[in-house]
């Protein structure tokens, strides 16, 4: 059972996307509540400062792997590494992901509509194909996937959209598939953010004028907290005005 103080103690998560934006704060939050994080990003210097900011704040480190999420290789040795080493996996928060070019459908170059479906949807189909026999070693496993409300379709927004509706998709599916055992998958829409996707997609908008990817932290701790069963669509928005994530269930 967890604590209040560490309600992940002796978890073990693992994070894409933890350079930076939502994957970093969700990191060091999962870290602060007792999370060993594996952290995994293409950027070896932001997932140094993630580690000097969670070794700071918790006097341990994490474990760093670098790597680009279009190398399906990676993800399943990452996976191999994991069960040598710990045997299994109780989080998995799949943060990483790619905007893509903003522009019509027919404009769009192959080569670029195929890097978007890498990384936004081949990706996370490995990681469930890699990680799902780690995750279900777990007592309470807790697997996250972020969403948009973009993913209905939007002009301009094919690629991104078309990837993000598949991944909706794909998860469904897929908690459906889990329903038996302790596993558990959400889709988390956090809506408007000040990241750096969000600069690249209105870059007219003033950033102080959204919330801090800091602010998603504690929602990801009650999503991955086993004694908590999490729903299986949350909105950040919404979460923000409630109690907690039972009041959405």
């Given at each position: 059972?967890?604590?209040?103080?560490?309600?992940?103690?002796?978890?073990?998560?693992?994070?894409?996307?933890?350079?930076?934006?939502?994957g970093y704060a969700s990191a060091l939050?999962?870290?602060?509540?007792?999370?060993?994080?594996?952290?995994?990003?293409?950027?070896?210097?932001?997932?140094?400062?993630?580690?000097?900011?969670?070794?700071?704040?918790?006097?341990?480190?994490?474990?760093?792997?670098?790597?680009?999420?279009?190398?399906?290789?990676?993800?399943?040795?990452?996976?191999?590494?994991?069960?040598?080493?710990?045997?299994?996996?109780?989080?998995?928060?799949?943060?990483?992901?790619?905007?893509?070019?903003?522009?019509?459908?027919?404009?769009?170059?192959?080569?670029?509509?195929?890097?978007?479906?890498?990384?936004?949807?081949?990706?996370?189909?490995?990681?469930?194909?890699?990680?799902?026999?780690?995750?279900?070693?777990?007592?309470?496993?807790?697997?996250?996937?972020?969403?948009?409300?973009?993913?209905?379709?939007?002009?301009?927004?094919?690629?991104?959209?078309?990837?993000?509706?598949?991944?909706?998709?794909?998860?469904?599916?897929?908690?459906?598939?889990?329903?038996?055992?302790?596993?558990?998958?959400?889709?988390?829409?956090?809506?408007?953010?000040?990241?750096?996707?969000?600069?690249?997609?209105?870059?007219?908008?003033?950033?102080?004028?959204?919330?801090?990817?800091?602010?998603?932290?504690?929602?990801?701790?009650?999503?991955?907290?086993?004694?908590?069963?999490?729903?299986?669509?949350?909105?950040?928005?919404?979460?923000?005005?409630?109690?907690?994530?039972?009041?959405?269930?």
């Amino acid at each position: 059972m967890s604590t209040d103080l560490s309600p992940l103690a002796g978890r073990l998560a693992l994070v894409t996307g933890a350079s930076r934006g939502i994957g970093y704060a969700s990191a060091l939050a999962l870290a602060k509540a007792g999370a060993h994080v594996i952290a995994t990003a293409r950027t070896q210097g932001g997932l140094e400062e993630l580690d000097d900011e969670i070794f700071q704040a918790t006097g341990e480190h994490a474990t760093l792997a670098p790597f680009d999420l279009v190398d399906g290789g990676a993800i399943d040795r990452l996976g191999g590494a994991i069960f040598e080493r710990w045997g299994k996996l109780d989080i998995l928060l799949h943060a990483g992901g790619m905007l893509g070019p903003l522009t019509p459908m027919s404009h769009l170059e192959p080569r670029e509509f195929d890097k978007v479906l890498a990384v936004n949807l081949k990706a996370p189909y490995r990681m469930i194909r890699s990680y799902e026999p780690l995750l279900l070693k777990s007592d309470a496993a807790r697997a996250i996937f972020f969403t948009t409300s973009v993913a209905a379709g939007r002009a301009f927004w094919g690629p991104y959209a078309t990837t993000k509706n598949g991944l909706e998709a794909m998860v469904r599916s897929w908690a459906d598939e889990m329903e038996s055992n302790a596993l558990r998958a959400t889709l988390v829409n956090p809506g408007k953010m000040r990241t750096r996707m969000r600069q690249q997609a209105y870059p007219g908008e003033d950033p102080e004028t959204l919330p801090e990817p800091a602010e998603i932290g504690p929602l990801m701790v009650e999503l991955a907290n086993p004694d908590l069963s999490p729903p299986l669509e949350v909105d950040f928005q919404e979460w923000r005005q409630g109690p907690s994530v039972a009041a959405l269930i």
